[in-house]
């Protein structure tokens, strides 16, 4: 399977299963708490565009880095969630136990779908042909 195809169809699957998820997600939550709200909103497209975004690359890097990819790929998976500590730190949004799944089930939902594709990838690469 080519790059390009593994790329749209990467795409095309993380956009459906975490909008499904979104919309479950917002079914069951109290529509009247704004900062739940906004946690949620702000999970959903971190997640979806970092993860677009390192998948990508991982895909793009595929036949350059093809021994670092696993590094690659935990390096990224370490940035996510660095970068979202980080937003917490700056925002006015305190995040207890209660409100901690809110962001972990649109993390694992993205990880759980681009280890699918990194892993795709990496079965379709040929490393018997380094010299």
Same mark, same amino acid.
């Given at each position: *399977?080519?790059? +390009?195809?593994?790329?749209?169809? #990467?795409?095309?699957? &993380?956009?459906? &299963? /975490?909008?499904?998820?979104? &919309? ?6 109290? +529509? ?7 946690? $949620?909103?702000?999970?959903? +497209? ?7 975004? #390192?998948? $990508? /690359?991982? @895909?793009l890097l595929s036949q350059k880095l093809k021994d670092q990819l696993g590094f690659v790929f935990m390096v990224g998976s370490f940035i996510k969630i660095a &970068? ?8 006015? $949004? ?6 901690? *799944?809110?962001? #972990?089930?649109?993390? @694992? ?6 280890? #699918?594709?990194?892993? +795709? ?11």
């Amino acid at each position: *399977m080519k790059i +390009k195809q593994v790329a749209f169809q #990467f795409t095309g699957v &993380l956009f459906l &299963l /975490t909008g499904l998820t979104y &919309l479950g997600h917002q079914y069951l939550i109290n +529509k009247d708490d704004q900062v739940l709200q906004k946690l $949620i909103d702000f999970s959903y +497209k971190f997640n979806v565009g970092i993860t677009l975004l #390192f998948t $990508i /690359t991982i @895909f793009l890097l595929s036949q350059k880095l093809k021994d670092q990819l696993g590094f690659v790929f935990m390096v990224g998976s370490f940035i996510k969630i660095a &970068l979202f500590l980080l937003w917490l730190k700056t925002s006015a $949004i305190s995040v207890d136990k209660s409100t901690y *799944m809110h962001f #972990f089930i649109p993390y @694992f939902l993205c990880l759980i779908v681009e280890i #699918f594709y990194v892993s +795709k990838i990496l079965r379709n690469i040929n490393f018997q042909n380094d010299n």
